[in-house]
């Protein structure tokens, strides 16, 4: 599903991703771990899209195309999404309003009719309650004035109503409490099939314990630096990063 | 279809949308200014003569003004040829005024309907759930065309008709407020319009009267080189109630076009007037050349205790936009609200705010002010609150938001505070944004084009504004922003 070719980026003249390669397969859930400022949300701005990042060398293809030319909302049309690790507030705009002008311009871009507003807000309802969100974070302003936890819980939200191929969690679970983690995992792991890819960045171990990814990286100053699945995690648990670097 | 030709049809829809002008026969007063022009029009409008007589002393206040327009505001542009611009334009078929609406030239109706103002007794955009009843006198040019539902209106003793209407069949009410509000000399412009005033619309709601549907004009300037001075009065006897709605459009023309419009709204006690304006004259081209000077005069007195007045605009259109709409709060308990959104694009200046006078006690008012501008766009909030030494109790609170798309656009903020009376509460706040590069990038990532993205934001910043307009205006406000934004990003 992605595939990253030999990929260096800076920002301001400093290189950030060091000649980086990782490959993503259909249905397969990948973890990378790495320390602070080793340049994983560098990671997944530049999968998806953001400027203000010099590419220097590489590739990244998306189902067989190269993405590095496609502006970040024709890849969200093409279904990458990415769940941010400090999502942005815009006042004055309905949570619901703004995810249903996103499902519609994604539609418009695919060529497919807009959503039925009742169904959406059906489905909204469902799945609101699905991840135990109270019924008025629909109405409010999105992300405005969101508690830190909120904030991701809607990222998810966003996500299971939006359905993409893959879906990069940047830190999804730092700011969350214990229950809202098992119900956000457990709703990310039941989205998880064959047909869609997941790429979990985090710090801790008990999101991969509900998740399960199929692959672990470790992530060090652009690159990775040690490759295993899951016992790779409990490993690093106990000795950090310095049994790595 | 040739490629040109469908490029030439993208280009068009992609820019001013009201820009065509209608080829119907028009007569002219003679280009220039001077007592005679003054007589002409009143005597083309059948006026009395203390009508004539307040004109011509009108114009003598003028003319001692030596065409000094106030330079005060942060506005620049041409000085305006007073000699070089028509007085009075009025389609020839109007020489005998329709009688219904069946005999008003097809060209017009034409007109009127590509602007989306249907001049036909029926539910105003009949698309829309729960739209209700939209009363509409059309001024084209100089003179009111059509205004329909009268019937109904009538039957509840609301007097809905031009202003020369009024002059004609209710003279002691026009003689009565006329220039009660804003006096004939207040400003340059207001001075001006004093004496030359084409038309415009007259409204008396009854006492205990809550009119049952919304008021509205459509001003459309047609002709070249004309100047649009319309006059509208809107009485509001004891604990009655209207919502009055104002749009306007002019063709695209290369030269500026002046319009200097006098609005005076009289409340009397208990009784309520909203008055909501979309105002969407040409702003030009990218350059700055053509678009509509903007100099209007709007003051409502909130005579009668327990009175409100409420403003909202949404200002998009025009070159240069002069604009103040104020309230004086004159009875006890009377209320004043300001709810603008103005937008500058390209080189459009807007130097706007208002003006909230506090006489009475217990007398409040509410500012909100959202300025966005764009491209070479310069935006000014220019706001005085003046809390008068018998004003106990007075309230104000006032919320003044600028937001900048772009690096070479301009925001201002001037609040005058003048508080005369301690026992008074005036609280001010302000803040200037920009679009935030992480702002665009979250909708982006959710799919949302640049473009989109910025309406999206915009109309998130303007949303307590925006919520105050009746549904239909605010769904057409919503869109005329997008419009106004397109080339403001990328
Ligand atoms: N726009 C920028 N300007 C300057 N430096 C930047 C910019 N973006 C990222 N960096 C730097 O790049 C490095 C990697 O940042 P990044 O946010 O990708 O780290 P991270 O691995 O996500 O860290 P964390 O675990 O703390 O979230 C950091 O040193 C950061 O300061
Ligand atoms: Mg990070």
Redesign the interface.
């Known amino acids: 599903m992605l595939e990253i070719k030999n990929l260096s980026v800076s920002v301001q003249n400093k290189i950030i991703i060091n000649s980086l390669n990782l490959e993503i397969e259909r249905g397969k859930k990948v973890a990378i771990m790495g320390p602070n400022g080793s340049g994983k949300s560098t990671l997944s701005?530049v999968i998806?899209?953001?400027?203000?990042y010099q590419i220097n060398n590489g590739k990244i293809f998306f189902n067989g195309i190269n993405i590095l030319e496609l502006?970040?909302?024709e890849?969200?049309?093409k279904g990458i999404?990415?769940a941010?690790q400090y999502?942005?507030e815009?006042?004055?705009?309905a949570n619901s309003s703004?995810?249903r002008?996103?499902?519609n311009?994604?539609r418009k871009?695919n060529g497919e009719k807009d959503l039925n507003t009742r169904e959406f807000l059906e489905e909204c309802k469902d799945l609101s309650k699905r991840l135990n969100l109270d019924a008025s974070f629909l109405s409010r302003?999105?992300n405005t004035g969101f508690s830190g936890g909120e904030k991701k819980k809607n990222e998810i939200f966003?996500m299971l109503m939006?359905k993409p191929k893959l879906c990069i969690l940047d830190e999804i679970d730092s700011g969350l409490d214990i229950d809202a983690l098992k119900v956000i995992s457990d709703g990310v792991s039941k989205y998880s099939n064959e047909n869609n890819s997941l790429l979990i960045i985090t710090h801790y171990q008990r999101l991969l314990d509900y998740i399960k990814p199929d692959e672990v990286h470790i992530f060090n100053e652009g690159k990775i630096i040690k490759s295993g699945d899951y016992n790779l995690v409990k490993t690093l648990e106990e000795k950090g990063y310095q049994e790595f670097v | 279809m040739t490629t040109s030709e469908t490029a030439k049809i993208v280009e068009e829809a992609s820019e001013y949308k009201y820009g065509f002008t209608t080829d119907i026969e028009q007569e002219f007063a003679p280009k220039g200014l001077n007592v005679d022009i003054v007589k002409f029009i009143s005597k083309k409008k059948n006026e009395p003569q203390w009508l004539l007589n307040w004109r011509l002393n009108a114009f003598d206040m003028w003319k001692k003004r030596k065409y000094e327009m106030p330079k005060w505001a942060n506005l620049k542009y041409d000085n305006i040829n007073f000699q070089d611009i028509h007085y009075f334009a009025a389609p020839k078929s109007d020489e005998e005024k329709p009688k219904s609406l069946d005999e008003i030239d097809p060209e017009l109706l034409r007109a009127y309907n590509k602007l989306g103002i249907p001049l036909k007794e029926q539910e105003f955009l009949a698309g829309i759930k729960n739209s209700h009843k939209v009363a509409i006198d059309a001024v084209f040019d100089s003179v009111s065309v059509a205004t329909t539902f009268k019937d109904e209106l009538n039957k509840l003793g609301i007097i809905f008709c031009s202003f020369s209407e009024a002059v004609q069949n209710h003279p002691d009410l026009v003689k009565k407020y006329l220039g009660s509000v804003v006096p004939t000399n207040d400003n340059f412009f207001s001075n001006l319009n004093s004496a030359v005033f084409s038309d415009g619309s007259f409204v008396y709601i009854p006492p205990n009267v809550k009119c049952p549907m919304e008021l509205s004009t459509y001003f459309r300037i047609n002709a070249a080189n004309t100047g649009q001075f319309e006059r509208t009065l809107i009485i509001a006897d004891r604990g009655s109630y209207v919502s009055y709605l104002e749009g306007c459009t002019a063709p695209m023309r290369d030269e500026n076009q002046l319009h200097a419009a006098v609005v005076e709204l009289v409340a009397l006690e208990d009784a309520e007037i909203k008055y909501s304006t979309v105002q969407n004259w040409y702003p030009g081209d990218k350059n700055g050349n053509g678009g509509i000077y903007n100099f209007v005069t709007k003051r409502g007195t909130c005579l009668g205790d327990n009175s409100k007045i409420s403003w909202t605009q949404v200002e998009t259109g025009s070159a240069v936009t002069w604009k103040y709409p104020s309230v004086i709060l004159k009875g006890n308990n009377s209320k004043g609200e300001f709810y603008s959104v103005a937008l500058s694009n390209n080189m459009q200046q807007a130097d706007t705010g208002t003006k909230m006078i506090h006489l009475g006690k217990n007398t409040s008012s509410r500012i909100v002010s959202k300025g966005i501008s764009a491209g070479k766009g310069q935006q000014t909030y220019r706001g005085l609150v003046s809390v008068l030494p018998n004003a106990s109790n007075a309230k104000n609170f006032t919320q003044c938001d600028s937001l900048l798309i772009g690096n070479d656009c301009g925001a201002h903020t001037v609040p005058y505070i003048n508080v005369r009376n301690e026992l008074s509460d005036v609280a001010h706040e302000a803040t200037t944004s920009k679009i935030?590069?992480?702002?665009l990038?979250?909708?982006?990532?959710?799919?949302?084009?640049?473009e989109?993205a910025t309406a999206?934001?915009v109309?998130?910043?303007?949303?307590?504004v925006l919520k105050n307009l009746p549904m239909e205006f605010a769904v057409e406000a919503k869109k005329l922003l997008e419009l106004s934004l397109e080339g403001a990003v990328g």
Do not use: W
């Open positions: 701005n998806a899209g953001k400027h203000g502006d970040p909302e890849r969200a049309a999404y990415l941010f999502p942005v815009i006042p004055g705009i703004f995810l002008t996103a499902l311009s994604i871009y302003d999105l966003h939006m | 935030s590069e992480e702002q990038f979250y909708c982006r990532q959710r799919g949302i084009n640049e989109d999206l934001i109309n998130g910043f303007c949303r307590e």
